[in-house]
């Protein structure tokens, strides 16, 4: 009679300790407070994914990723794409990427080719003319040589500013 009352209250004492961890570990209803909250999530994670792999590209082949003739315009998304995703046998992509390095998912050119933020807007992206690598995008200088911003929420282009989601600091 001994061993099953220790045994009974081992059992219980574990199942306890299982409950208890449920209850604090437990999977909330939703990640996000509001739709709003993982559209901007997900538009972040779009632009980190492209800056990371127009640095990328850069690193390999000491230039960016864009036309001669669009330096300092938004440039034609679905090239940059093609151009970062090899996978499509384009002139403009192989010539472009001759090693073919995989710099951007696949998921982009399968997915949102055209480069579109959470709520269908293009995203921009610009990249500098100066020698030094300084690209003036609104009213603000931006270092990198690059710039890459949605016109976020309200879908308005405000250059990086308002509730834009852009790529600098």
């Not at 999977?27 to 909250?37: A, D, I, K, M």
């Not at 710099?103 to 030094?132: M, V």
């Not at 609104?138 to 976020?152: K, L, N, P």
Request: aromatic share 14%; proline share 5%.
């Amino acid at each position: 009679m001994k061993f099953f009352s220790k045994y009974f209250w081992v059992c219980m004492s574990f199942m306890i300790a299982i409950a208890i961890y449920l209850l604090i570990n437990w999977p909330r209803s939703h990640p996000y407070s509001s739709p709003e909250e993982h559209a901007v999530t997900k538009t972040k994670s779009y632009i980190h994914a492209v800056d990371t792999a127009i640095y990328s590209y850069h690193g390999e082949y000491d230039k960016f990723p864009y036309s001669e003739s669009q330096k300092k315009v938004d440039q034609n998304c679905s090239i940059i794409v093609a151009i970062l995703t090899p996978a499509t046998n384009s002139a403009r992509s192989l010539e472009a990427n001759p090693k073919g390095i995989t710099f951007l998912e696949d998921y982009f050119l399968d997915r949102n080719p055209d480069l579109r933020d959470a709520w269908g807007n293009s995203i921009h992206i610009w990249f500098s003319t100066n020698q030094d690598g300084a690209l003036r995008v609104g009213g603000e200088m931006v270092q990198e040589g690059y710039a890459i911003w949605s016109d976020g929420p309200n879908g308005k282009n405000e250059y990086g500013q308002g509730d834009d989601i852009r790529s600098w600091k």
